[in-house]
């Protein structure tokens, strides 16, 4: 929705850090805790506890972001049509529930089918609550809101997996599901604390395909999608580049500072982008990427192998928020949890595929060769927000 410079002016002019949108924080902060805590202990749980054969561990571990995934177009629905601040609680408990629920499984089966709940009540969770910080948002601070919002994504990037490998070396296994179980029931806290106007239910009744999908949001979507695709290649595999090239001993190190420089940049590029330069913000980010990319894939040095670390943090946490805020700001205000949902697609299905398409161009020309193919997928990504998405938002902003 189109709005005068006046407006534009008085919106920028507003509190970005209410109670409301500092309490949105610290509970997507505490959510995010909890899942990424819980993520390198499933292997070894599956392993260890249930004796799970490694043929089935990974479909074992793909069915909740595969259930997250195909959930995600009702989640933006739900968000839309119904009261948030309800459903992003109910949500939140039903994922409290679920991590001792897997603890009691008896089998990889009954496991199975608690994260196939729990994928369904993570995609509602995480849309409501996106959908609810934006709603906190004065409007001429979107991108610094969200870029905010964001950095608490990387906080339980960085500390979460720390965090559940040491309850469970330190403790036992049963530790490292209810301490992730106790971040979401604070999180849960945090949530019925939030007060906020009534939310209008929308005029129309009859379901519409837009009410799933946004369809002015589609190239935005496909140029997420390439991009988090390498976000998950990076994510999931440079642990094997590194073992290829001989840098096992320095993974660790290069995901904290990946860690560090994702949470650093979404702090300052919401900003930025705010201030009128989304599209150069994205374009130094993308060429950042590919070059981030193509000098991982080559090197075998430790200094530049861990630097890449930083520099592909820096570009990376530039570019999802500011797709985040790209599809917010296309989408009418009825429909930011449609948008939000798309956002969510975007990377999902970006980090899906990857784990698919990484693991096959690899087994037939190496792991190298598998992030090259990423980084021309950087190049796709750029020409199509050139081309479609940058005069969408010209249009968006006349």
């Known amino acids: 929705m189109k709005q005068t410079a006046c407006e534009k002016k008085t919106a920028s002019s507003q ?68 009261n948030r601040r309800r459903v ?49 948002m004065p409007e001429g601070k979107i991108g610094t809101g969200i870029g905010f919002f964001s950095s608490t994504v990387s906080l339980g990037m960085i500390f979460g997996p720390m965090l559940g490998l040491f309850v469970a070396d ?17 999180g849960a806290v945090f949530q019925t604390l939030l007060h906020f106007k009534k939310q209008n239910a ?22 997420l999608l390439l991009v988090s695709l390498m976000q998950g290649m990076i994510t999931n595999y440079v642990s094997v580049l590194a073992r290829e090239h001989g840098l096992a001993d320095y993974d660790s190190l290069f995901f904290l500072l990946m860690g560090l420089g994702l949470m650093t940049s979404r702090l300052f590029s919401g900003y930025v982008s705010d201030r009128g330069f989304m599209v ?19 090197t075998t040095s430790p200094v530049v192998f861990v630097l890449c670390g930083a520099m592909l943090g820096v570009s990376m946490g530039a570019l999802t928020p500011s797709f985040q805020t790209i599809l917010v700001r296309l989408a009418d205000k009825t429909q930011r949890g449609v948008a939000n949902s798309m956002y969510f697609i975007g990377m999902d299905g970006g980090v899906f595929f990857a784990l698919i398409a990484g693991g096959v161009i690899a087994d037939v020309m ?33």
């Open 15 to 82: 509190t970005l850090f209410t109670r409301n949108f500092s309490l949105i924080c610290l509970a997507n902060f505490c959510t995010c805790m909890a899942g990424y805590s819980i993520m390198p202990v499933l292997p070894l749980y599956l392993m260890d506890e249930l004796h799970c054969p490694k043929a089935v561990m990974g479909v074992a571990m793909a069915v909740f972001p595969l259930m997250a995934l195909l959930f995600r177009p009702v989640s933006g629905l739900i968000a839309d049509r119904f």
């Open 366 to 398: 190496g792991m190298a060769a598998a992030y090259l193919v990423g980084a021309l997928g950087q190049i796709l990504a750029l020409a199509i927000f050139l081309k479609f998405v940058v005069p969408q938002l010209r249009k968006e902003q006349a």
């Open 170 to 186: 330190a403790f036992s296994y049963a530790a490292a599901f209810w301490v992730p179980s106790a971040f979401a029931l604070a």
């Open 202 to 223: 929308p005029v129309r009744k009859k379901l519409t395909p837009d009410m799933f999908f946004m369809k002015k949001g589609l190239y935005a979507l496909s140029a």
């Open 280 to 298: 150069q913000l994205i374009c130094a980010a993308e060429f950042f990427t590919l070059g981030g990319v193509m000098l991982l894939s080559m």
């Open 88 to 136: 992003l609680i109910f949500s939140t408990l039903v994922c409290v529930a679920c991590f001792p629920l897997c603890l009691a499984a008896a089998g990889v089966l009954l496991f199975m089918l608690v994260r196939l709940l729990h994928g369904v009540a993570f995609s509602s969770m995480t849309t409501s609550q996106a959908t609810i910080a934006v709603d906190f």
